[in-house]
């Protein structure tokens, strides 16, 4: 694109080129074309090129704008034209850059909540950039969603596609509430693989308490999903049992009769009390007790 | 062009008033102080105390700026007087 302006002036080219020359003004493409001199300059020169010729007799005028001017003036012909364009091409730029929506597909279908809790904590949302998604670790987690066997996260257009495949089974069996305490004690351990933590280890926890929420918080906005994960939780429990004797084959009865697993036993402690007809075992059992939700 | 220069200079020769010739596409020519006559044939210039004359058809001033001249056109010969 040259800035070279084509000037006509009505005189001889001699006495013009003179002028020119005199005044240090670069001159191109000089030709005589009947009693027109014609010539190029620079954009810059025009002005001066106009102040040198000023008397009338020269009747000097611009021909032909220089490529630059013409394209300028164009354009601010045209503003309208432009800035619809302008405004089409950022549009189209930012609609490839950003991420208008999120779409959960395949037979894990039913975790989409919590899919979409998992994308938005890993960086990505609607009106969001694409690449604010950490996706190795996003992918990483939604595997972890119970009977999730395949991840997939794909940018189409402006459409975030996250296509999950879930075991079949699942799908009907997932339990879409939180985890609740069906008994009191303190809680010893908690796992939340899915969903938010309602309490800490160490607490006292009572039967009918929220241990993990179904759902995640996402800056300000909390965002529905499932709760999977499970929880110990350290019970006493004192039980009495009726038997002839206090032989150790009665104890062993007694203890029997509570249905406990033996590895869940911290500590048992019993006493004997003499009874009409026989002995009262009263035992006193502190164990562990497993919950858990949405857990294959 | 860098070579002729240097040989020219080493040989004493004053390039600022050179002319350099391209038959049938143009002439360059340093050192013009004006242009004394112009036509599509005949390009005549004062060069120093020489007076030059490009001959040829078609002829036309292709740049002019600070004594140095590009003629371009169908240039056929020159002639110093």
Same mark, same amino acid.
């Given at each position: 694109?040259?800035?070279?302006?084509?000037?006509?002036?009505?005189?001889?080219?001699?006495?013009?080129?003179?002028?020119?020359?005199?005044?240090?003004?670069?001159?191109?493409?000089?030709?005589?074309?009947?009693?027109?001199?014609?010539?190029?300059?620079?954009?810059?020169?025009?002005?001066?090129?106009?102040?040198?010729?000023?008397?009338?007799?020269?009747?000097?005028?611009?021909?032909?704008?220089?490529?630059?001017?013409?394209?300028?003036?164009?354009?601010?012909?045209?503003?309208?034209?432009?800035?619809?364009?302008?405004?089409?091409?950022?549009?189209?730029?930012?609609?490839?850059?950003?991420?208008?929506?999120?779409?959960?597909?395949?037979?894990?279908?039913?975790?989409?909540?919590?899919?979409?809790?998992?994308? *938005? =904590? @890993? +960086? %990505?949302?609607?009106?969001?950039?694409?690449?604010?998604?950490?996706?190795? /670790?996003? $992918? !990483?987690?939604?595997?972890?969603?119970?009977?999730?066997?395949?991840?997939?996260?794909?940018?189409?257009?402006?459409?975030?596609?996250?296509?999950?495949?879930?075991?079949?089974?699942?799908?009907?069996?997932?339990?879409?509430?939180?985890?609740?305490?069906?008994?009191?004690?303190?809680?010893?351990?908690?796992?939340?693989?899915?969903?938010?933590?309602? *309490? =800490? @280890? +160490? %607490?006292?926890?009572?039967?009918?308490?929220?241990?993990?929420?179904?759902? /995640?918080? $996402? !800056?300000?906005?909390?965002?529905?999903?499932?709760?999977?994960?499970?929880?110990?939780?350290?019970?006493?429990?004192?039980?009495?049992?009726?038997?002839?004797?206090?032989?150790?084959?009665?104890?062993?009865?007694?203890?029997?009769?509570?249905?406990?697993?033996?590895?869940?036993?911290?500590?048992?402690?019993?006493?004997?009390?003499?009874?009409?007809?026989?002995?009262?075992?009263?035992?006193?059992?502190?164990?562990?007790?497993?919950?858990?939700?949405?857990?294959? | 062009?860098?070579?002729?220069?240097?040989?020219?200079?080493?040989?004493?020769?004053?390039?600022?008033?050179?002319?350099?010739?391209?038959?049938?596409?143009?002439?360059?020519?340093?050192?013009?102080?004006?242009?004394?006559?112009?036509?599509?044939?005949?390009?005549?210039?004062?060069?120093?105390?020489?007076?030059?004359?490009?001959?040829?058809?078609?002829?036309?001033?292709?740049?002019?700026?600070?004594?140095?001249?590009?003629?371009?056109?169908?240039?056929?010969?020159?002639?110093?007087?």
């Amino acid at each position: 694109m040259t800035d070279l302006a084509q000037i006509s002036v009505i005189s001889s080219a001699e006495p013009a080129l003179k002028k020119l020359q005199k005044s240090k003004i670069p001159v191109y493409n000089c030709k005589k074309q009947g009693a027109e001199f014609i010539f190029c300059v620079k954009d810059k020169d025009i002005k001066k090129v106009f102040a040198i010729f000023a008397k009338p007799c020269y009747n000097v005028g611009v021909r032909r704008k220089s490529t630059k001017n013409r394209f300028l003036s164009g354009l601010l012909m045209r503003i309208g034209l432009v800035a619809g364009a302008l405004v089409f091409a950022v549009s189209a730029y930012l609609s490839g850059f950003l991420v208008l929506k999120i779409e959960v597909t395949g037979s894990g279908g039913y975790l989409k909540d919590a899919v979409r809790g998992i994308i *938005a =904590e @890993e +960086g %990505a949302g609607e009106w969001k950039p694409f690449s604010a998604l950490d996706k190795p /670790v996003a $992918s !990483g987690r939604i595997l972890s969603l119970p009977g999730v066997t395949f991840c997939n996260i794909q940018k189409r257009g402006s459409v975030l596609v996250v296509r999950v495949e879930a075991e079949p089974a699942l799908g009907n069996g997932v339990v879409p509430r939180p985890l609740v305490a069906d008994v009191s004690g303190t809680l010893r351990k908690i796992t939340a693989i899915c969903g938010t933590a309602a *309490a =800490e @280890e +160490g %607490a006292p926890v009572k039967e009918g308490d929220v241990l993990i929420y179904a759902g /995640v918080q $996402s !800056g300000e906005k909390w965002v529905e999903g499932i709760a999977a994960g499970f929880a110990w939780i350290e019970c006493k429990k004192t039980c009495e049992y009726f038997a002839a004797d206090g032989s150790e084959n009665s104890i062993r009865e007694a203890y029997a009769s509570l249905n406990l697993q033996a590895e869940n036993i911290i500590s048992k402690t019993h006493s004997l009390q003499s009874e009409e007809g026989g002995v009262r075992i009263i035992m006193e059992i502190v164990y562990l007790h497993k919950i858990s939700i949405n857990l294959t | 062009m860098k070579l002729l220069e240097q040989l020219l200079a080493e040989y004493g020769a004053d390039v600022t008033k050179s002319i350099t010739l391209v038959p049938g596409f143009c002439c360059f020519i340093c050192g013009v102080k004006t242009i004394t006559s112009f036509s599509p044939e005949n390009i005549t210039v004062a060069a120093g105390k020489l007076k030059v004359t490009v001959l040829g058809a078609g002829m036309e001033v292709g740049s002019y700026f600070e004594g140095d001249l590009m003629v371009k056109g169908d240039v056929r010969g020159i002639t110093i007087d």
